[in-house]
């Protein structure tokens, strides 16, 4: 039944890349499509032209809302023809500001030239952009990734078939198989993604509103101002477009841009009441890049728009941080099968056998220091200092959004996306207060010294365990001290590394309630010799604690931990 069943999963993983590829490769179809098809735009002889018209439509009916429209003629071959077109295909621009370098260059008198399809030499355009090649080579290789991860899929058909009909002794632990041919260019694309995001989109915000706070002052006049739609799948979504004209030295302008971070959101009342306070003819102030005095807009605050600054993080993070942990695993793989048992054993007999390889091999060691001692002053400061720096990190950058919702509740127009947006960030923050203000407190607890002679302990030998409690032992209702071992092992489930815990001795040294006997005392502590020593390998670890618990009422609990080191008895023969 078990090998019909792999059988079956690994047809059906066939089946299933075999459709995931298929329709994966639409996508590259389409942008090797439009690739060429800019490609063979861009060899389009440019020849002269004399434009008749030119002329920027503005209506809010329009879709977009601004299209140019323009007249031109030209000669091919001795054969006088006539244009109309910008583009091959685009009609327009719903940003004004997108048409401010065409504009510019009719000002100028640069639109002198045109572009001329040979095969078709009544087609000629007065832009030949690269832009559709652009896009049409990152949607190829958007497509292209999706496509390697359907391969990825077949091939790991072809592995779990290899893998069934294997020994079992040969059988592979995953590391070099199919997983990473799927996984490769599943972070790759979710890392690339990110980049682009980041190079392509929040960086270049972030200069503009670096040069904005820059920009000159001006006056303005709204000529429209509207609420648009958008629908999408999970609905419909507003934003405010607000279309002015303004004039800087000595020449009319044009702009709708109104924020640095353009892009709607749900709400339309807020909207609305923003449209409202901008009616046609209203004076208003914009502010100008000098530079390119083209580009204006209404507010150069970033505003809660900011947010989408951390889009590209968490795919950056999953991408090139998932990249890295299969390069480490990588490096580690040969590490790994070198340390492992060929029949599978479970940790339990590794340890046994790495136990008893040290206990008569001399595998711990002999030499055991004198006295050893423990505070927790140490550990609860660095404890606060590290949660003091992650409340402060994360609090300091929600702070930010957090005011920009507060400052729109209290001028009547609440953005209710970003206030819902901000809850589980708020809810953290706040966490990390409440988390600090009890490490804060936890300074302040009883402080036990705890001395332990020898330093180490060994497998059947007896220490000697003494504590003192300078202050405050009277706060404390009981004390204990526990003795605990522990066994960490690394091993491989499936594509996955994961790392178990498990307690395979824990010993009650010490109980009260007095607090009398709590504030110092002496006890003798002794590791049975049927156990095992500390040992740590490349995926192992054998790791023994002295565990200190107080509870304190209406207070933060004492609970230290204090690592110890035990070693195996010398057999050393004594000549």
């Known amino acids: 039944m078990a090998r019909n069943q792999k059988q079956m999963s690994g047809k059906g993983a066939l089946v299933f890349g075999l459709i995931w590829t298929a329709f994966s490769s639409i996508f590259v179809?389409?942008?090797?499509?439009?690739?060429?098809?800019?490609?063979?735009?861009s060899t389009w002889p440019a020849v002269d032209c004399e434009l008749t018209r030119f002329e920027v439509k503005s209506d809010p009916k329009l879709d977009p809302a601004f299209q140019p429209q323009v007249e031109f003629t030209y000669e091919w071959e001795g054969q006088?023809?006539?244009?109309?077109?910008?583009?091959?295909?685009?009609k327009g621009e719903d940003d004004y500001e997108d048409l401010g370098e065409l504009i510019e260059q009719y000002r100028r008198?640069?639109?002198?030239?045109?572009?001329v399809n040979p095969d078709q030499p009544g087609e000629a355009v007065l832009l030949a952009e690269s832009d559709d090649l652009w896009g049409g080579l990152v949607f190829a290789l958007f497509g292209g990734g999706f496509v390697a991860i359907g391969i990825g899929i077949m091939f790991s058909s072809r592995w779990m078939k290899k893998q069934e009909n294997?020994?079992?002794?040969?059988?592979?632990?995953g590391e070099e198989g199919a997983p990473n041919v799927i996984l490769v260019p599943f972070f790759l694309l979710f890392g690339l993604a990110g980049l682009g995001v980041l190079l392509f989109v929040v960086l270049p915000q972030g200069m503009k509103y670096q040069d904005a706070r820059g920009w000159d002052e001006t006056p303005a006049v709204v000529e429209w101002s509207r609420v648009q739609s958008h629908s999408s799948d999970d609905g419909t979504t507003y934003s405010v477009d607000i279309f002015y004209r303004y004039q800087y030295q000595e020449k009319e302008y044009k702009s709708n841009t109104v924020d640095i971070f353009s892009g709607s959101s749900s709400g339309r009342s807020g909207k609305q009441e923003k449209v409202?306070?901008?009616?046609?003819?209203?004076?208003?102030?914009?502010?100008?890049?000098?530079?390119?005095?083209?580009?204006?807009?209404l507010h150069r605050d970033l505003g809660w728009w900011a947010l989408f600054a951390l889009f590209p993080l968490p795919f950056l993070a999953v991408g090139f941080g998932g990249l890295w942990w299969l390069y480490k695993k990588r490096a580690k793989a040969s590490v790994e099968l070198s340390s492992s048992d060929a029949l599978g054993r479970r940790t339990s007999s590794l340890r046994h056998e790495a136990g008893v390889r040290d206990a008569f091999h001399g595998g711990g060691s002999s030499s055991v220091s004198g006295e050893k001692t423990f505070s927790p002053s140490g550990s609860r400061v660095k404890g606060l200092l590290g949660i003091l720096f992650f409340a402060l990190f994360w609090n300091g950058i929600v702070s930010v959004f957090v005011t920009i919702a507060v400052k729109g509740w209290l001028a009547g127009n609440p953005e209710w996306f970003l206030m819902v947006f901000l809850i589980p960030f708020v809810l953290v923050g706040l966490g990390t207060m409440v988390f600090s203000m009890y490490s804060f407190l936890a300074l302040f607890n009883p402080s036990p010294r705890i001395t332990l002679k020898p330093g180490a302990l060994t497998l059947g030998g007896s220490a000697t365990l003494r504590w003192r409690i300078p202050s405050k032992a009277q706060r404390l209702k009981q004390f204990r001290l526990y003795l605990v071992g522990e066994e960490e092992a690394q091993y491989r489930r499936g594509t996955n590394t994961?790392?178990?815990?498990e307690v395979?001795?824990?010993?009650?040294?010490?109980?009260?309630?007095?607090?009398?006997?709590?504030s110092r005392g002496e006890l003798q502590c002794v590791v049975p010799v049927n156990t095992m020593p500390s040992w740590k390998s490349q995926h192992h670890e054998i790791k023994w604690s002295l565990v200190v618990k107080g509870d304190i009422a209406?207070?933060?609990d004492i609970n230290d931990t204090y690592a110890l080191e035990v070693v195996a008895p010398d057999f050393t023969p004594q000549h």
């Open 554 to 556: 209406l207070w933060p």
């Open 498 to 501: 994961v790392t178990d815990t």
């Open 80 to 90: 006088s023809y006539q244009g109309d077109k910008v583009w091959v295909s685009q």
């Open 276 to 297: 409202n306070q901008h009616p046609a003819g209203k004076e208003i102030v914009c502010y100008v890049n000098p530079e390119k005095p083209w580009q204006a807009l």
């Open 109 to 115: 008198g640069d639109l002198s030239r045109c572009y």
């Open 166 to 173: 294997a020994p079992l002794s040969s059988k592979s632990s």
């Open 504 to 518: 395979f001795f824990e010993q009650l040294l010490f109980e009260t309630a007095d607090p009398r006997q709590a």
């Open 29 to 41: 179809v389409v942008g090797l499509v439009s690739t060429y098809q800019a490609v063979h735009r």
